[in-house]
């Protein structure tokens, strides 16, 4: 079964830190660069992070410096490390492969006030 689920958002203040996790169904992880991506209120989705099946990771100019994604191919993880963050950042945050080929799951809601 296919299935990605994204979870740890919340509210936080500006400046502060989150920590997101995807859980990946074994097919998807196992040979796909993953990847997180955002879509604010009225925006549409962006890729935030992408990270390839070694290791080797790419971010947005927006997060350079702020985020890290990293992955755990043991346990079909990825994570999004995020610090000091900004409202700007506010939205729901996916993963899914990159370029995402599978369907995408609920995301998780993440909330940064000024």
């Known amino acids: 079964q296919v299935q990605l689920v994204e979870s740890g958002g919340g509210l936080v203040q500006a400046g502060g830190s989150l920590r997101l996790s995807c859980a990946a169904s074994?097919?998807?992880?196992?040979?796909?660069?993953m990847a997180w991506f955002r879509q604010a209120p009225g925006k549409s989705r962006e890729l935030v992070a992408h990270?390839?099946?070694?290791?080797?990771?790419n971010y947005a100019n927006a997060v350079k410096g702020r985020f890290t994604v990293s992955r755990d191919n043991a346990k079909n993880t990825v994570y999004l490390q995020m610090n000091n963050l900004k409202p700007e950042d506010t939205g729901v945050y996916y993963c899914?492969?990159?370029?995402?080929?599978?369907?995408w799951g609920q995301g998780t809601q993440v909330t940064v006030s000024s």
């Open positions: 899914n492969s990159f370029p995402d080929k599978f369907p």
């Open positions: 074994k097919s998807i992880f196992m040979f796909n660069t």
């Open positions: 990270i390839g099946t070694i290791g080797t990771a």
